[in-house]
């Protein structure tokens, strides 16, 4: 089984406060995962500059955009689309990388990444996550606002 941390980092722009969720998978930063998956493809594109150009999304649409939609997709017992790393410029929806979340019976499913903005780039990750520990993880980030 892979193993998933959240963490969260607190961070100021332009005098201004937002925490952002960090993700790591097996010890390593998702935005450096990503990045060495999109160099190839990038630099084919003639733009090696893009790859990686994700930040972690705020503690707001982290909720929104993860949380939310992977406890749908756990009562609902389906697959759904996430999304776990959006644009550096703060909108998230610009530039963004998306991902299937999958509940099972004893795991979590990571499956078919994808940036909506470069349709050809295959990632080709897949990851499986201990379910107990995959929630243990989620609430503490879940229940990061609530105290």
């Known amino acids: 089984m892979d193993s998933i941390k959240f963490y969260l980092n607190d961070y100021e722009i332009e005098g201004e406060s937002?925490?952002?969720?960090?993700v790591a998978i097996n010890g390593e930063p998702l935005?450096?995962?990503?990045?060495?998956?999109?160099?190839?493809?990038?630099?084919?594109?003639?733009?090696?500059?893009?790859?990686?150009?994700?930040?972690?999304?705020?503690?707001?649409?982290?909720?929104?955009?993860?949380?939310?939609?992977?406890?749908?997709?756990?009562l609902a017992q389906d697959e759904r689309?996430?999304?776990?790393?959006?644009?550096?410029?703060?909108?998230?929806?610009?530039w963004y990388l998306a991902l299937k979340i999958?509940?099972?019976?004893?795991?979590?499913?990571?499956?078919?990444?994808?940036?909506p903005r470069r349709r050809d780039w295959r990632y080709g990750l897949e990851f499986k996550f201990d379910r107990a520990s995959f929630v243990g993880e989620i609430s503490k980030i879940a229940s990061f606002n609530k105290l």
Request: hydrophobic fraction near 50%; charged fraction near 25%.
């Open 31 to 74: 935005l450096e995962l990503i990045r060495r998956c999109e160099q190839s493809f990038a630099a084919k594109d003639g733009q090696a500059s893009i790859a990686g150009s994700y930040a972690y999304l705020n503690l707001i649409d982290f909720e929104e955009l993860f949380l939310r939609v992977a406890l749908e997709a756990d």
């Open 18 to 22: 937002f925490t952002e969720v960090v």
């Open 81 to 94: 689309d996430v999304v776990l790393l959006g644009c550096p410029c703060g909108i998230w929806s610009c």
């Open 102 to 115: 999958k509940f099972e019976a004893n795991a979590v499913k990571f499956s078919d990444f994808a940036n």
